[in-house]
């Protein structure tokens, strides 16, 4: 079971800016860990799209963006297209599991 | 270039095992430790644990501890998953992630990840 919340899906036309949740705690988020975040497309791997809660890694596009608050953390994507459907996950660490990663429960974006 | 190649889909029976390789070429294979992440169909992504390569330490989700072994070997720099006592409900896609180990080693993003490997379990 994941202690990460997220919205199980959000849509949105092209164009329009989509923002995803990921709501934590104390103990993982609140703890001080770093949030990323992953884009997966049916049948391939996970990609990492944003790390250390803000950054993006080199050929991300600038649309995405992240953002860490408290015990919370968002990803935006601003100016939404066509390939950008596909499973957001968020991912962190869990002090009072020894360290242990979790994920978010994921949302699945759908472009209209 | 980074990359992290996968053994081939298997199909097992219950309460057997199965053992995934990770073969990573195109940095120092001691320099970041690998993590396993499954997903089953219909479900979402789930961190299985985490080895350092560098002295074979292992950090385990708590469902996985005592049935799931993390091993490597440095010669040729590829890790390894195995899986005992097999489950209907462990058929999933395994996939071995690279720890960035920039801001924090095994607790890190996963930058680099194997294209996934098909565990069937069915009687």
């Known amino acids: 079971q994941s202690v990460l919340t997220q919205p199980p899906s959000l849509s949105g036309a092209p164009g329009q800016r989509v923002t995803i949740s990921c709501t934590g705690s104390t103990s993982n988020i609140g703890a001080g860990y770093d949030v990323y975040w992953y884009q997966h497309l049916p049948g391939t791997a996970p990609k990492l799209i944003i790390y250390?809660?803000?950054n993006r890694p080199l050929g991300v596009p600038e649309r995405f963006s992240g953002s860490k608050s408290g015990t919370s953390a968002s990803l935006a994507i601003t100016g939404l297209q066509a390939e950008d459907e596909a499973d957001y996950y968020c991912q962190s660490y869990e002090s009072s599991l020894s360290g242990s990663g979790v994920f978010g429960t994921g949302t699945k974006v759908t472009v209209l | 270039q980074v990359q992290l190649v996968q053994s081939g889909a298997e199909v097992k029976k219950p309460g057997a095992s199965v053992k995934v390789s990770c073969k990573t070429s195109?940095?120092?294979?001691?320099?970041?430790?690998v993590h396993w992440v499954r997903q089953a169909p219909g479900q979402g992504l789930e961190w299985m644990g985490w080895?350092?390569?560098?002295?074979?330490?292992?950090n385990f989700a708590q469902k996985f501890q005592g049935w799931v072994t993390l091993t490597r070997d440095t010669s040729i720099s590829t890790a390894y998953m195995e899986l005992s006592s097999l489950k209907s409900d462990d058929t999933a896609v395994y996939y071995c992630?690279?720890?960035?180990?920039?801001?924090?080693?095994?607790?890190?993003?996963?930058?680099?990840w194997g294209q996934g490997t098909m565990v069937s379990v069915s009687s």
């Open positions: 992630a690279r720890d960035l180990g920039y801001s924090c080693y095994g607790c890190d993003a996963l930058d680099v």
């Open positions: 080895i350092n390569p560098n002295n074979g330490y292992t």
């Open positions: 250390g809660n803000s």
């Open positions: 195109g940095y120092t294979f001691t320099d970041h430790y």
